[in-house]
C-alpha cells in the first residue's frame, strides 16, 4: 500500500481499457500505479479499430456504457484537444423487435443523461440523410447526430499524456515474461527487471488469455480477424455519409461503412458473437493483408446497401476482436483472488467500451467496488459461469 493507504497498482497492456484503467486508478487516488506494454500504446487493437464511437445502443446497460464513452469523448476534446468528427451515427432496423429496441433505446439514453438523444427517422427521413441509401427492407433508423469516429492511437495517447500527468508510469517495450505471488504482492518478471504491485489489472487486449494462465487468472478469448475496406466515392457525392450501422446485437453478421475522407469510406463486417466465417487466430502471427474472396464479398454486401455507382474498392487493413466465450466483456475481480482484476474481452468495440469499463476496472482496484456504472456491473465479473 500507498501512503495514502491506496494499493500499488499494475497493469498489463496499454491499449483503450489498460490505459483507461490507469487513468482512473490516480483520479481516485492512487499514487503508484504502472502500465506494463508490449509493444507500444495502441499497437494492438485499439490502432487498428474503425474508431466508431456512439449512444446508440440496444439494450439498457450498452446505452450506459455508451453514453459514458462519449461523455469521456466530450471531456478529452474539450480539455485535452482531442480531434473527433461528429459525421453521426445510423442503426438500421429490419424487423419489428429491432424497431421496438431502437425505440427503447432513446428512453434509456435520456435515463442516463445524454446530452442529445438520437431520434427515430422514417426511411423517407433517412434518404433525405443519405439519398443513396437502400431502404426497401428497412423499418426505422436510430439517428444520433453526435456520435462518430476518432483516431485510437490519438485517443490512446491524449489518455496515457492526461495519465502520465497525474504520476502514472506508462513503459512500453515491457512484455511480462512470468509472474509470481510473494508475500502477498504480485510480482511481474518483464525483460528490463522485476514489477511489484497489491493489485494487477489484465487489460492484454488479445494476449490477455496468455497473461491470465501466467497469473493463475482465466481470462478465456477467442481472437478472430476481422477486415476494413477502403471504399472510393465519385466526386459528384458531395453529401457526408455518417457511419452506417445494420448490426443490431443478437443477429446475423452484418456490414457497416463511413466516410473517412471527402472521397473515401471504410467499411466491414461486424458482429459480437464468434462466427465460423471469421479466422481464429494467435495474435501474434495472423494474416496482415485481406484475401480478394474476403473484401469482394464486403464489397458486394455495401452495393447492395448503398446504390451509388462507381464504387471503387480495395483492400484496407486487419484487426482482431478478441471476443469472451460468452460474447460479454470480461472486468473485475476474481473469487479467488480480489487482488487480480479482469480487463479484456471487448470484441469489435474496445476502443469505446474501454473508456467506460476501463474505469469500472480501476475502481474494483483502488476502491473494492464498482461506482461508475450502474446497470448490473456484476455481469461482467470474470467466474460467472458462461465463460465455462
Not at 497492456?13 to 509493444?39: F, H, M, Y
Not at 518483464?190 to 496468455?210: I, M, S
Not at 497473461?211 to 465519385?234: S, Y
Amino acid at each position: 500500500m500507498t501512503t495514502n493507504g491506496k494499493p500499488n497498482v499494475l497493469i498489463i497492456g496499454a491499449g483503450s481499457a489498460g490505459i483507461n484503467t490507469a487513468l482512473r486508478a490516480a483520479e481516485l487516488g492512487a499514487t503508484d500505479v504502472t502500465v506494463l506494454e508490449r509493444d507500444y500504446p495502441a499497437s494492438g487493437s485499439s490502432g487498428l479499430s474503425a474508431g466508431v464511437f456512439n449512444i446508440n445502443g440496444v439494450d439498457r446497460g450498452s446505452v450506459e456504457l455508451r453514453v459514458l464513452t462519449t461523455r469521456q469523448i466530450d471531456r478529452f476534446e474539450r480539455e485535452n484537444g482531442l480531434t473527433v468528427t461528429r459525421n453521426g451515427h445510423l442503426r438500421l432496423g429490419r424487423n419489428e423487435s429491432s424497431a421496438k429496441a431502437l425505440e427503447d433505446a432513446i428512453g434509456w439514453q435520456r435515463e442516463f443523461g445524454a446530452d442529445v438523444p438520437s431520434t427515430l427517422l422514417t426511411p423517407a427521413e433517412i434518404l433525405r440523410l443519405v439519398p443513396d441509401l437502400k431502404v426497401d427492407d428497412v423499418i426505422v433508423g436510430l439517428w444520433s447526430p453526435i456520435s462518430g469516429h476518432l483516431d485510437g492511437p490519438e485517443l490512446v495517447g491524449v489518455i496515457a499524456e492526461r495519465a502520465k500527468s497525474l504520476g502514472v508510469k506508462v513503459l512500453p517495450k515491457h512484455p511480462v515474461l512470468d509472474y509470481r505471488k510473494e508475500n502477498g504482492q504480485h510480482v511481474v518478471t518483464t525483460p528490463k527487471g522485476e514489477f511489484r504491485a497489491d493489485v494487477v489489472v489484465n487489460a492484454a487486449g488479445p494476449w490477455a488469455q496468455r497473461v491470465g494462465e501466467l497469473l493463475g487468472a482465466p481470462l478465456p478469448l477467442v481472437n478472430q480477424v476481422h477486415d476494413v475496406v477502403m471504399v472510393a466515392v465519385p466526386e459528384r457525392i458531395t453529401y457526408p455519409i455518417p457511419m452506417v450501422q445494420e448490426y443490431i446485437p443478437g443477429d446475423e453478421v452484418a456490414i457497416y461503412f463511413r466516410h473517412d475522407s471527402p472521397h473515401r469510406l471504410i467499411c466491414g463486417e461486424h458482429t459480437y458473437a464468434v462466427e465460423e466465417k471469421f479466422e481464429t487466430v494467435d495474435p501474434d502471427n495472423y494474416r496482415k493483408t485481406i484475401p480478394a474472396d474476403i473484401w469482394e464479398g464486403v464489397a458486394g454486401r455495401v452495393v447492395e446497401r448503398l446504390r451509388i455507382d462507381d464504387l471503387g474498392f480495395e483492400p484496407g487493413w486487419t484487426g482482431i476482436y478478441p471476443i469472451s466465450a460468452d460474447g460479454v466483456s470480461v472486468f473485475g475481480p476474481y473469487e479467488h483472488d480480489a487482488s487480480i482484476i479482469a480487463a479484456g474481452g471487448m470484441g469489435g468495440f474496445g476502443l469505446g467500451t474501454g473508456m467506460a469499463l476501463g474505469p469500472l476496472a480501476a475502481e474494483w482496484a483502488v476502491l473494492g467496488k464498482p461506482e461508475s456504472v450502474t446497470v448490473d456491473p456484476e455481469r461482467f465479473l470474470p467466474d460467472r459461469p458462461s465463460l465455462g
